[in-house]
């Protein structure tokens, strides 16, 4: 029941833009379809006339960066977290927080550009990217690339006055850490009400004074949170949670003591 | 615009145009590629998943996504498996043998689910599969977590996963060249001597009184038992039709291609009280290509009881296919006709309808308050209690006098407890196809529990003689009650009658939950009376229900819970007085239990708080008041199904035993073992376990009918036609394999067919937990039957000077006492072709007066994270009482999906509204349904006792395993925390707060 009128897929970021840029059209980019084809398909979304495919754009990548690992906007979270390099990164956090993203199917289609435009407030594997203080790389028409830190990133995403941008890749320090991870949710598997991800890191700094935001969270030692804002956070300053069936307001703020807590102690607990 | 694009589907190439919209599950049904099923729009189920890859050189590259996720033109140039293509794998030659093509190969995989039982309604089988293999074909020695989490998007609702777990596993072991174990299942019987009751002594004060009923006016004597003598039946079976659905042929009402097939589609209501003030349908029907819109303005209006239950259906009358009133956000508006599902989407987008909002009420509370707003204010209802105050149904039922026994009580103790809104969530949605045939007989193709029903009560909404409507019933993608309901036949075939044209309806996902059945709510209190020894003298309990905006299945359902409730403990003296009430929601109807779960959940915590309050174990205290063998059940009298019952009495139980085998599985001892129950490296966990004692029935006592037809063939085999409709649950077979025993030959002699209103005979449907009693005891007389008529021919033709009784029928032949044998072959041939021809057939009919009761304990082990209210059950186990188990396979099948269901119940599924009544989830996920990698441990034990009444011993087991998992968690939190929590479900915000409760 998905009623599209058009279905494009560019081999450039040229035409990719220029599809996008378009006024009278309205198009929106589709990268994956685990989110944008249901949202079609139900008519959630009413308002669009065309997608324009992603997958041509040679995005789905993951290569390491001298201290980053870079991986591609349209790297599946499969491919994200069966990469070895993934596994290493701060005791393997993204695949331990991937698999609550859905189930390997979901999992096979959904990319990582998908999870940072969406930024889901219940996503654990947006949480463990803010913890593990990653950037998010966007290019604009002019082929310029703009990298900004994750929280940056979303606090001014998505911006209609904005000239279009496309994500193209998300960038991840490397280097030692460790992580830790706490959650809360109706069954083993489901998405959670609230959760935590904490990252720690062992490459020197945390032995100089750093400076620290309201939650305590330095360039070092970050936690994330899910399910207290409009979308995932860093710990700390004023968490505005909606409640709704799964938690209330209040459990939802009553929580964020207690995940932090487990994360921040799974973190320590674990040597890097 | 459609484009062309290539797909590679099983190693052919295929070129076909495509909608920039379409998805890829949609071209892959458009070329036939049937085992994609649809159960839902946003990707959770998982049902239609496939195997894709760009490298289809790198066998390993492909990967498990789900079709109905990508569009058709993402897929361009992609290769695609799909579980038809499995069993071409690994084959060298692209033509089969004729000996293959005769007989169909199985792979190692279809082979063990079938062996293992692990297909039930088959609906997510092909995509469980080809998840299953895929892991397989990475990592051929899986983990069962690996298994597990490979499986976990195909949501099942009918298994709990154990089987299909347990066929991936054999498989790995089987392609490793192992050999695996044996397939168990626990099967006891209990005690030879059966449960003797204890003699009941009157109390002091004479409650007896005049009543008719006591307690004790006949005692049975115990049945022994004894494993049963038996070459079919109580033996693990493969299903009949597992083939079919393990290869994911085209068995389900969407799997067939109509030539000019219209799609259907429903206009809902917004709001959740409205009168309707217009309804322009002009823009519309102005789109080329929408053949019909239909309004309360174009229909006959003609009142009804949509609830698929016998003539007459129970009251209240109060729908009509299509009203100028809506009553709940989801209720009926208008219906489309369309070419294509896209255009049905838009015309309905272009129906303006001017509603006047009326005040709406959303809890029985308000709806019954006075000058609440009324919402079956029409004056064509009939049989509503109480239209002005809201009140759809009233029940009330003495027996004897409560209050004079409670006054005369040592103890008396009053609970309350709520339960909430649930749905049944078959995994196939609500799909129907109507058409007229040549002969102007207008057929309705339906995923339907009830296909006679339907008939009946589909003609007078449509203005057709039943003579001029057929029902078929294919194979069903689950139903559990949601698909006893004349839901959407009537607005498809109405479509139908209007275009002329073949139309199929199916439900999307979010319509299943706003707009199809769901669980009564329900608040419950308890009042009992004990004497001074603990044994019950009085019950008094009273619901309050809500039937939301139509009062369909309300009288019964609540009828069967005032049933449960004092029928599981013997009582001297019972009351139950229950309002169903109507409210502005989603509408309740039947779902697996229907009524127990709820009455369950109360009388179990009930019982163990007023133990506790009165200074007795808990489980003594149950023990002592069980009603046990020989007892009379007063209340069945008292509460048949909407009418006047019969008497009855039990006639066995297992139920002590069950009580012993489950405390064994779950380790009941744990409860005594502090550093267990806190164990002290995880300072915030709590560990408890919990037990509860279920009753079910089987089948409606003189009400429910079912009827078999049998037919020798001239090689020896029967065709056994039954009305009787196989959801999933295996009836199908166990009627077989029942028709097999009689007959004496092996299962595959015996050729089922069900259901056809034109070729089976009657039978009121799958419900109530009575196709194995009922309609298996019409197959058994049916067989006895023929059996009488072969012995008879071939005593009279084919043995010389034996009579007929002296010969049997063993091993497909006809043998006499000296040891002479006559083959069934010749037997058929003999009597239709060459002396005396005629056609050897029976036909028969069975109901019951009475309705015995399977029983139950259910156990679960479970831990308690204080800090959250997180609850994590470790273990859920079932020992059950279910008579002779036909087929111990299936029966343990039903146990673990009735169970998982029930976890769900109890756990985490839930029906939220916003303040305005609109329903708050749409979709799986948020209507959370367990999967398979978050499951406990299950454990089933059959106890077997042996039912004089029902066939070779049987009683039910489909609805019992719903019954008491919420009241086991409720009493295995309160082990774990000392906090009782009298309210489902147990999610962590609601358990954190009664701790916290108990904190301050």
Redesign the interface.
Known sequence: ???????H?PTSLAQAFELLSDPAFRRVP?AG??HL??V????ER?DIE??V?L?GLGLSFIEQDGAYLHVGAMT?I?DLIEHPLSAELAGGILPDTA?YE?????R??ATLGGVVALAEPDSETYAALLALNASVVTADPNGQDTISPLQEFADAWPAASQAPSLITGIRLPLGQAAAGHAR????????C?VAAVAVIRADGKSARPEPADGGGNTASARVALCGVGPRPSLAGGRHIPEG?????AE?RL??VE?VVRRARAAAAATRI | MP?PITLTINGSLHCIDI?????LRTTLRRLRVYSVKHAD????S?AD?ILLTRTPEDPTSY????S????A??A?GASIISLEGLEEEGEESATRSREEALSPRLSALQQQFIECGAIQCGYCTPAQML?AQHLLDKDPQPSEAAVR??I???LCRCTGYLKPVQAVLRTAAQLQGKTPPPLEIDVRDAPATGEWPTPDELPPDGWRGEGPDTQTQTRSVPVTVAPPQTQVVNKAEPKVDAVKLAKGRPVFTDDVDMPGMLYGGLLTSPVAHARILSIDTSAALALPGVHAVQTYADLPRVIYASGGQSYPQPPPYDQVCLDSKVRYVGDRVATVAAET??L???AL?RIKVEYEELPAVFSPEDAIQPGAPVIHDEDDAQMIHDAKGNIAVKLRVDHNDVDDALASAAFVFESEYRVHQVQQSSIEPHIVITYWDEDDRLVIRTSTQVPFHVRRMVAPLLGLPVRRIRVVKPRIGGGFGGKQEVLIEDLCAHLTIATGRPVKFEY?R?LEFTSARTRHPQRLRFRSGVDASGKLVAMDVRVVADTGAYGTHGLTVQMVTGFRALSTYWLPAARFDCDVVYTNKPVPGAFRGYGAPQALFGLEQHMEEMALAFGMDPVEFKRINWVKEGQSLPMAVAMGEGREGFPQTVESSGLAECVETGAASIGWDRRNDPEWKAPPDRPHIRRGIGLAICMHGTGIAGLDMGAASIKLNDDGSFNLLVGATDLGTGSDTVLAQIAAEALGVPLEQILIYSSDTDFTPFDTGAYASSTTYISGGAVLKAAEDVSRQIRRHAAAHLFDGIEADQLWLEGQKVVAPDGETVPLETVALHSIHQEEQHQIMATASHMSYVSPPPFAAQYVSLEV?T??G?V?VEKAAMAVDCGIAINPVTASGQVEGGMTQALGYA??E?M?YDPNGKL????F??Y?I??A??MPQLDTVLVQTYEPTGPFGAKAIAEIPMDGMAPAIASAIFDATGVRIRQIPF???RV??ALQREES
Do not use: H
């Not at chain 1, 859905?102 to 979901?106: C, H, Q, R, S």
């Not at chain 2, 729009?41 to 959770?44: D, I, M, R, S």
């Not at chain 2, 109905?68 to 569009?71: H, K, N």
């Open positions: 029941m998905a009623i599209l009128a058009e279905y897929k589709l379809g685990a084809v249901g079609l398909e139900t008519r009413r065309g997608v495919d997958a599946t499969t698999r859905g189930p390997l199917n979901l096979n289609a809360i949710a109706r069954t083993p598997m489901d998405r009400i709704d069936f799964k938690g209330s459990y009553a929580m207690v | 484009s909608q920039p919209g379409e998805l729009e946003t990707g959770e998982g998943a990967r498990l996504v789900n109905g996720l990508i569009l033109a993402q361009d998840a989490a490979a976990a998007g195909v599902p896209e049905v989407q838009e987008e999307t979010k994270d800090e959250t997180q994590t756990l985490c839930e939220p708050q989830i749409d979709r996920g948020d959370r367990l999967a990698d978050e999610t962590p915000e954190w707060r």
